[in-house]
């Protein structure tokens, strides 16, 4: 099954993508997506009409429609998902309103706060159920600084969780 995975961040430094990535490590084989990748502006009605959709903008919605498996860690800004995850989202929506139909989901998020961004889970779980995702297994990772260190999870149980989880997501798909 074609498995991508990505942070809903544009960060460099991402702490959402350190950490989809070692659920990679623990699923299996994925594509990480880069929202660094692709050169896709802000969505706005106006573009859309001018220019229609970007090439850049068919590539991102064609990776994720050729997806059945996609591993997403939600990035948390003010207590909810980012602005250019929204934006990458609203693009492919005008082209294909359901465009996650069909596609099995892990949903996660950290943060450096005792929350680990669920909120921003939250908030993303329902957009990506709107588009037709289904989230089959949801994990959020709270105090990131204390908690992921070289790459991996150092906090036993946080840890046993996660793989848990991905076992299960596993059996489900």
């Known amino acids: 099954m074609n498995t991508i995975a990505f942070a809903g961040s544009n960060s460099k430094t991402s702490i959402n993508k350190q950490l989809v990535t070692y659920a990679v490590h623990l699923y299996g084989e994925a594509y990480i997506l880069d929202f660094n990748d692709y050169s896709i502006p802000t969505y706005d009605i106006d573009i859309e009409k001018e220019d229609g959709f970007s090439d850049e903008v068919i590539r991102f919605y064609q990776t994720i429609k050729d997806a059945q498996i996609v591993l997403i860690s939600f990035s948390e800004h003010n207590a909810c998902f980012t602005a250019v995850f929204k934006s990458y989202m609203d693009w492919c929506s005008r082209i294909e309103y359901q465009f996650f139909k069909d596609k099995k989901i892990f949903a996660m998020s950290t943060s450096p706060g005792g929350y680990g961004g669920r909120n921003s889970l939250e908030a993303g779980i329902k957009l990506i159920t709107k588009f037709g995702g ?15 260190i070289d790459g991996k999870i150092t906090n036993i149980e946080l840890d046993h969780e996660l793989k848990s989880k991905i076992q299960s997501f596993k059996n489900k798909v």
């Open 134 to 148: 289904e989230v089959l297994e949801e994990f959020a990772l709270p105090k990131f600084n204390e908690n992921f």
